[in-house]
T-cell receptor
Framework: GAVVSQHPSWVICKSGTSVKIECRSL??????MFWYRQFPKQSLMLMAT?????????EQGVEKDKFLINHASLTLSTLTVTSAHPEDSSFYIC?????????????FGSGTRLTVV | GENVEQHPSTLSVQEGDSAVIKCTYS??????FPWYKQELGKRPQLIID?????GEKKDQRIAVTLNKTAKHFSLHITETQPEDSAVYFC????????????FGTGTRLLVSP
């Protein structure tokens, strides 16, 4: 089945530094990548949608200059949290979708737990 | 904006009982409704989904029903087992093309032996 590899699985960084999270589709072309954030005991909140080769579309309230998304190829999308602060600590998870898939399912990465200290 | 409401937030049942989780959505254009099971610290796992042209779908102990007129859909789990304990999320597709998913608030299901 379709697999999305997400790295790192967890990261601890100092306040003010930047962190990059990668999602790779291993056996299909991820035409669209969705990035979510999930705080403890809460739901998945969509942050942005990116299509390969295009600028990401951000949800209301999500700072595009703080959460940089790159989707330069059909198999790789990255999320960079710039100038991270403790309130950015969360579980970040990507979800890939492909137009090649007959029933456009959504394949989730394994998530990245970010802790900003 | 688009909204998906989910109830109940917690659900405790005895092993063997049935569990029902309900969701309502606001966007009449939504046409894809997946249900996910998420264990602590893990990715959401798709357990069943339904499209707008179908009213009901069943897969062994799990079934989903959809009422497009009322804009609500439900997850039914029969003969629950302790390993069914997890957080369950409903979602609805929003927008055209490869739609984004909006998730419900989640239901913590606890199945006691």
């Amino acid at each position: 089945g379709a697999v999305v590899s997400q790295h790192p699985s967890w990261v601890i960084c100092k306040s003010g530094t930047s962190v990059k999270i990668e999602c790779r589709s291993l056996d299909f072309q991820a035409t669209t990548m969705f990035w979510y954030r999930q705080f403890p005991k809460q739901s998945l909140m969509l942050m942005a949608t990116s299509n390969e080769g295009s600028k990401a579309t951000y949800e209301q309230g999500v700072e595009k200059d703080k959460f940089l998304i790159n989707h330069a190829s059909l198999t790789l999308s990255t999320l960079t949290v710039t100038s991270a602060h403790p309130e950015d600590s969360s579980f970040y998870i990507c979800s890939a979708s492909s137009q090649d898939r007959a029933n456009y399912g959504y394949t989730f990465g394994s998530g990245t737990r970010l802790t900003v200290v | 904006g688009e909204n998906v409401e989910q109830h109940p937030s917690t659900l405790s049942v005895q092993e063997g009982d049935s569990a029902v989780i309900k969701c309502t959505y606001s966007d009449s254009a939504s046409n894809y409704f997946p249900w996910y099971k998420q264990e602590l610290g893990k990715r959401p796992q798709l357990i069943i989904d339904i499209r707008s042209n179908v009213g009901e779908k069943k897969d062994q102990r799990i079934a989903v029903t959809l009422n497009k007129t009322a804009k609500h859909f439900s997850l039914h789990i029969t003969e629950t087992q302790p390993e069914d304990s997890a957080v369950y999320f409903c979602a609805a597709s929003i927008g055209a093309g490869f739609q984004k998913l909006v998730f419900g608030t989640g239901t913590r299901l606890l199945v006691s032996p």
